[in-house]
C-alpha cells in the first residue's frame, strides 16, 4: 500500500520542476503537514529536495531507490495495488508461489532489492546483491493447457527488451532462449515457473521471474561470473533508474498477460530481430554439465514455436528445443 511519503516522491518526480506545497496537498488530499513531515523523511534518505517560499519544492536529485513511491510516478496508483516491494527476500518466485497458492490475482508482482537464495534455470543460484538490480516476479493465470503457453519465457524475454529500451533507450539483445546482453555480457535471466492443476491438467498459474543486472561495476560478481555476466551501467556506462524499469517490465508484462494466449506474432518479430544467437556458430549440449560431445554448427532461425533452427557442420538441419546453446564470441566460447 502506498504511504503519504511515496504519493510525495510519485508527486515530486512527476512535476519535474518546483510544485507547490499547497498543490502536492490539494492533489494527495492531505494537510500541507503531512507533505512536510514527508519532504524531511524523504530529505533523510538522500533525496536531495530543493525548497523556495515563492515556488514551492523540487527534486533536483535522487538515490534510485526501488519503491512504491518511484514506481508509482511512471504508473497509475491503482496498478500498485497488487505490486509488492520488499527490501530482502529469500526467493522472489517462491514467495510469489505461497502468494498464488493462497489466491493471489493475475498481475501480482512481487519485486525485491535483494535475494539470499535467487534461484537461475536448472537449480543454479542467480546472485542478486542489495542495491543494484531488480528481483523482480509476475503473476499469470491463462486459461490454457500447458502447451498452448510453452511461448511464454521467450515472450517475457521480449517484455524484458522492451522494457529495458523504453527506461534507458538500450537495445538489448536476447540470447536463445531468455538471457538478456549488452556488450557480450548477460545482464538478465528469466526463470519461468508452472503449476497445474492437478485433475485437468491445465495450467493454475505461471510465475515468471526476471532477475536484471543494473546498477554497479563488474566487482558485484564473484570472480567466476565476471567474464559472464555484467551491470547495465558496467557494460554501458549509463547508470539507471531501477523504478523506472520495474515500471516499464510491469506494463510490457501486462501487455503480455492479455495476448498471451491469442496473437502473440508481433513478439516473435521482435525475438528474431534482436537474437543475437541467429547467425553465429554455435555449440550444442542436450544434457548441461554431462560428459556429452557438444555437436557445433551454425544457428540459422527461430521457428514460430520459438525452437531454434541449427544447420550442423554435416549440413543437416536440427530444431532445438532445450539444452544449453554456447555462442561463439560469448561468455567465453570461443
Known sequence: MLTTKDHVIASLIKAQDYISGEAISSELGISRAAVNTAVKALRSEGY????????GYILKSYPYKLNLGEISSYLPASRLDNVIVESSVTSTNDLLKALASEGAPAGTVLIADSQTKGKGRRGRSFKSPLGTGLYFSYLLRPSAAPSDVTHVTACAAVCVHNAILRATGLDASIKWVNDLVIGNKKICGILTEMNLESESYSVDSIIIGIGININGSADIFPPELRDIAGTIESV????????????????ELDKLSSCLTADTSSYLETYSSCCITLGKEVSLVSLPDSDEVARHGTAIAVNPDYTLKVRLDDGSIVDVKSGEVSVRGLYGYI
Do not use: E, H, M, P
Open 48 to 55: 536531495d529536495i530543493d525548497s523556495s517560499t515563492n515556488k
Open 236 to 251: 554501458s556506462g549509463v547508470r539507471s533508474d531501477r523504478s523506472r524499469i520495474a515500471a516499464c517490465l510491469i506494463d
